[in-house]
């Protein structure tokens, strides 16, 4: 947690915005990986491709 805190103090403080999107997306990716290589939610991850 300390680490996102890190990073939201950067954006705040460098008026980054244009990396949110990028950052969003990267989170949402690795949680579509994690609940891929979960076994009870995997069959329901794949239909989605």
Not at 12 to 30: D, F, G, H, S
Not at 34 to 48: D, E, K, N
Request: hydrophobic share 60%; charged share 15%; no cysteine.
């Amino acid at each position: 947690m300390e680490d996102l805190k890190e990073l939201w103090n950067f954006l705040m403080e460098r008026k980054k915005w244009w990396l949110t999107p990028i950052i969003i997306t990267l989170i949402l990716l690795a949680l579509l990986v994690f609940a891929g290589g979960s076994t009870t939610v995997a069959p329901f991850v794949y239909t989605l491709f």
